[in-house]
C-alpha cells in the first residue's frame, strides 16, 4: 500500500498527515500564524518518525493546491516539491476548497439531498468559493465572489445549501432566514482530508509535474515597489 504524505498549508492552518492507503496512520497541526515557514518541515519529520516511517519509505507527496493565501500556499508548495524531488517520488494536488467539502460531506446524513459550498475568506466581502454536489461535482466553478444578498438565490429556490469555511459567517447574516441555506461553523482545511482525496490520484497516477507545478491562487499576486524616496 502507497506511504502519502499531506500538507495543508492555505490558510492560517499548517496541517500534515500520513496515510497508509486509506489507513489514517497520523497528523498534526498548528493554528498559528505565520508559523508555516518555521515549523513544516520539523513537523513532517516529527510525523514520520512518530508513526514508525521514514522518509525513504514516502510514495509521493499530496499538497492542498488553493485557492487560499499566497503565502501559504508557496510554502506547502515548495516543502512538497522539495521532498519530491529529493526522494524522487510524485507529486499530488487536491483543491483546498473540496478538502473543506468533504469534511462536511462525510459528517452529513443523507448527503445527497443537498449542495456544498466552501467558502474561504478573501477579505472585504469576497470569498473563493464553489458549489459541489456530494460527490464533489462541480455546479458553479472555482471563483472569487463578492457577496451579495441575492448571490445564490437561485440555488437556494432549488435545493438546500450547506455553507460552511472561514468566508461563510460573511455570507450568513445575508440570507436571513431562507430555510434552504444551511450553515456548519468551524470548519477549517486539514491534511486528513486531503490526504484522502490523494490516494484515487496517486491510484490513477494523476501525477503533477514537479518542475512546473504551481498552487492555483485563483486571483494574480501584485507586489508594489516601494516610491523613492518614501520614508
Do not use: W
Not at 54 to 66: I, W
Not at 70 to 93: D, F, H, M, W
Not at 137 to 165: H, K, N, S, Y
Amino acid at each position: 500500500m502507497p506511504l502519502l504524505l499531506a500538507l495543508e498549508t492555505s490558510t492560517t492552518v499548517c496541517s500534515i498527515a500520513l496515510y497508509k492507503g486509506q489507513q489514517l496512520l497520523g497528523a498534526s497541526e498548528l493554528q498559528i500564524e505565520k508559523s508555516h515557514s518555521s515549523h513544516i518541515t520539523v513537523m513532517v519529520a516529527q510525523l514520520v518518525e512518530n508513526c514508525g516511517a521514514t522518509l525513504q519509505e514516502l510514495s509521493a507527496v499530496a499538497v492542498s493546491g488553493g485557492p487560499g493565501s499566497y503565502t501559504g500556499l508557496r510554502i506547502g508548495t515548495s516543502t512538497a516539491k522539495g521532498l519530491c524531488y529529493a526522494l524522487n517520488i510524485p507529486l499530488l494536488e487536491v483543491s483546498t476548497l473540496y478538502g473543506l467539502a468533504a469534511q462536511v460531506i462525510a459528517a452529513t446524513p443523507n448527503p445527497e439531498r443537498y449542495l456544498f459550498c466552501p467558502m474561504l475568506d478573501a477579505r472585504r466581502m469576497e470569498v473563493y468559493t464553489c458549489m459541489l454536489t456530494h460527490e464533489l461535482q462541480e455546479v458553479e466553478p472555482i471563483a472569487p465572489v463578492v457577496l451579495e444578498e441575492d448571490t445564490f438565490r437561485e440555488r437556494l429556490q432549488e435545493q438546500p445549501v450547506i455553507f460552511f469555511g472561514s468566508g461563510a459567517s460573511k455570507y450568513k447574516g445575508m440570507v436571513g432566514a431562507n430555510t434552504n441555506a444551511l450553515f456548519v461553523d468551524g470548519v477549517l482545511p486539514s491534511a486528513k482530508t486531503i490526504g484522502a482525496l490523494a490516494l484515487p490520484k496517486y491510484e490513477q497516477k494523476q501525477f503533477e509535474d514537479v518542475a512546473y507545478y504551481e498552487p492555483f491562487y485563483l486571483k494574480d499576486v501584485y507586489i508594489t515597489s516601494a516610491v523613492k524616496g518614501a520614508k
